[in-house]
T-cell receptor, first 115, second 113 residues
């Protein structure tokens, strides 16, 4: 079964609205989770590192005020795309590090379409 | 130069053949290397991880790492049509920050019946 779960699997929203995507670690505590974005036919691009109880660390070029990350508990990280635009339409994927410290599990991904 | 490079393909092999997927990376300090398989519209799933030079075998899959050449490969023996997917090479080049992966662009594999 899934070790890391994302919700929703897909979402359609209107331009200008905000969308929240949840990433949950199941049966383990993930102090650190990662958020990736993948455009069609392209690879995964790391957006940010989500740290439980502290601010997220964003990769260069990723707008922290647009992509809000909250990691309020050891099993939940959320990504909120604020004032979404069509160019934000993408496949968003989170990952968490298993308690062995090495194995990385990905969530099922969330398709966002902004119309 | 990209940090992790793969040939985007498509790589086409007949069923039962060996598929060879290659990946090079630029950061000599990289510690951990992963191969993921991604079906269209789905999230990546881990196939193999490798941390030291040499070969690592798991069923039909063999990962090979050569840190001196900054090269990692994945061999798939007895390829099946169900192996048709995009294979992503990922590297962790930040010691102490497990999980922060840099991905290659992926190689599309087509296994023809």
């Amino acid at each position: 079964g899934a070790v890391v779960s994302q919700h929703p699997s897909w979402v359609i929203c209107k331009s200008g609205t905000s969308v929240k995507i949840e990433c949950r670690s199941l049966d383990f505590q993930a102090t650190t989770m990662f958020w990736y974005r993948q455009f069609p036919k392209q690879s995964l691009m790391l957006m940010a590192t989500s740290n439980e109880g502290s601010k997220a660390t964003y990769e260069q070029g990723v707008e922290k005020d647009k992509f809000l990350i909250n990691h309020a508990s050891l099993t939940l990280s959320t990504l909120t795309v604020t004032s979404a635009h069509p160019e934000d339409s993408s496949f968003y994927i989170c990952s968490g590090v298993w308690q062995d410290g090495n194995t990385i599990y990905f969530g099922e991904g969330s398709w966002l379409t902004v119309v | 130069q990209k940090e992790v490079e793969q040939n985007s393909g498509p790589l086409s092999v007949p069923e039962g053949a060996i598929a060879s997927l290659n990946c090079t990376y630029s950061d000599r300090g990289s510690q951990s290397f992963f191969w993921y398989r991604q079906y269209s519209g789905k999230s990546p799933e881990l196939i193999m991880s490798i941390y030291s030079n040499g070969d690592k075998e798991d069923g039909r899959f063999t990962a090979q790492l050569n840190k001196a050449s900054q090269y990692v490969s994945l061999l798939i023996r007895d390829s099946q049509p169900s192996d048709s997917a995009t294979y992503l090479c990922a590297v962790n080049n930040r010691p102490g920050n497990t999980g922060k992966l840099i991905f290659g662009q992926g190689t599309t594999l087509q296994v023809k019946p």
